[in-house]
């Protein structure tokens, strides 16, 4: 079953309007996630680090001001997409370590794609 | 330098074959973590394998097989019997320690058609 949940799977929004995704650990505490942006048939581009209890760790030339996170709980981390234009269109992927699997394994919650129209 | 190398963009191989999809890492760590998702149409990156490097034996997952020669800094994958459902993209992953914080170095991925 998965490991980490992702909602929504798909979101479409009017440009200059927010839209919130979250990622959740399912029966783990993880006190670091990841959010990934992939572009079609790329790889995944990691965008920040999302400590909880503290300010996300943001990847240089990701702007911190529209990429909102939030990792407000061990459990939840948010990921607000501030003003959205069609250019912030893409998919989005969180991940989690599982602490206690094999090398602390990262599992990635099922992704969200985005379409800002 | 590239973390993670994934020379081949796209690979073919019949239904029931078998298929090695290549990945080089480079790391002055002793302490790593090799990793292989597979990502479907669908986006989702489903975890498949994990060797680590003091792992002396190669992982293996059914039908899956992480063939690791560490002095040549390799960790291919090797799927065994393929079936259609196995085409999709593969990245090749690795993690320099084990904190959980660490990042995660990603390869530009494989994608593999499976032919009936």
């Known amino acids: 079953g998965a490991v980490v949940s992702q909602h929504p799977s798909w979101v479409i929004c009017k440009s200059g309007t927010s839209v919130k995704i979250e990622c959740r650990s399912l029966?783990?505490?993880?006190?670091?996630m990841f959010w990934y942006r992939q572009f079609p048939k790329q790889s995944l581009m990691l965008m920040a680090t999302?400590?909880?209890?503290?300010?996300?760790?943001?990847e240089q030339g990701v702007e911190k001001d529209k990429f909102l996170i939030n990792h407000a709980s061990l459990t939840l981390s948010t990921l607000t997409v501030t003003s959205a234009h069609p250019e912030d269109s893409s998919f989005y992927i969180c991940?989690?370590?599982?602490?206690?699997?094999?090398?602390?394994?990262?599992?990635f919650g099922e992704g969200s794609w985005l379409t800002v129209v | 330098a590239q973390k993670i190398t994934q020379t081949q963009p796209g690979m073919f191989v019949q239904e029931k074959e078998a298929v090695t999809l290549d990945c080089t890492y480079d790391?002055?760590?002793?302490?790593?973590?090799l990793f292989w998702y597979k990502q479907p149409s669908s986006g989702e990156m489903i975890f498949l394998i994990y060797?680590?490097?003091?792992?002396?034996q190669n992982a293996t997952e059914g039908r899956y097989s992480l063939n690791f020669q560490k002095a040549r800094k390799s960790a291919n994958l090797v799927i065994s019997a393929s079936q259609l459902g196995d085409s999709a993209m593969y990245f090749c992953?690795?993690?320099?320690?084990?904190?959980?914080?660490?990042?995660?170095?990603f390869g530009t991925g494989t994608s593999l058609t499976v032919i009936p």
């Open positions: 991940s989690a370590s599982k602490p206690k699997s094999s090398g602390n394994t990262i599992y």
């Open positions: 029966d783990f505490q993880a006190t670091t």
């Open positions: 999302s400590n909880e209890g503290s300010k996300a760790t943001y």
């Open positions: 790391t002055s760590d002793q302490s790593y973590g």
């Open positions: 060797q680590g490097s003091y792992d002396e």
């Open positions: 992953a690795m993690r320099e320690g084990s904190y959980p914080g660490n990042q995660f170095y």
